[in-house]
């Protein structure tokens, strides 16, 4: 677990921890030394003093150290939907690789043929 490292960094004892989870400081300096697990209740207090995952917390390799903000999580689904397909992306890397005329002709006749919104379509 990170606990020492966490506590550190954010310059507090283990007496402030123990007191902020209500329990003894023997027992939080047990969570430190892995000697002692903490239940899920006392992690999830863990991570929201320490302002990090549950999986940072345990050391879960890979593992975000801060939580996914509300408007984070919804900058994600939006980039989910607007992901670029697999065709596209094969354009941009096919652009960075041509010259100036090329990518000029390409997106000339791009533009030629691009269809209306659909929503333009419908009015």
């Known amino acids: 677990m990170n606990l020492l490292k966490l506590r550190t960094e954010?310059?507090?004892?283990?007496?402030?921890?123990a007191k902020y989870l209500d329990c003894n400081e023997t027992v939080y300096a047990r969570y430190e030394?892995?000697?002692?697990?903490p239940s899920f209740d006392t992690?999830?207090?863990l991570a929201e003093y320490f302002n990090t995952t549950i999986d940072y917390l345990l050391g879960v390799e890979g593992a975000l150290r801060?939580?996914?903000?509300?408007?984070?999580l919804e900058l994600l689904r939006l980039f989910e939907k607007e992901a670029l397909s697999d065709f596209e992306l094969r354009m941009i890397d096919a652009?960075?690789?041509?010259?100036?005329?090329?990518?000029?002709?390409a997106l000339?006749?791009?533009l030629a043929h691009e269809v209306p919104?659909?929503?333009?379509?419908?009015a």
């Open 108 to 110: 000339a006749t791009l």
């Open 117 to 122: 919104d659909k929503k333009e379509h419908l």
């Open 43 to 45: 992690l999830i207090k």
């Open 33 to 37: 030394r892995e000697e002692r697990a």
């Open 10 to 17: 954010k310059g507090t004892t283990q007496k402030d921890v």
């Open 66 to 72: 801060h939580p996914i903000t509300q408007r984070e």
């Open 95 to 105: 652009s960075r690789r041509a010259d100036q005329r090329a990518r000029e002709d």
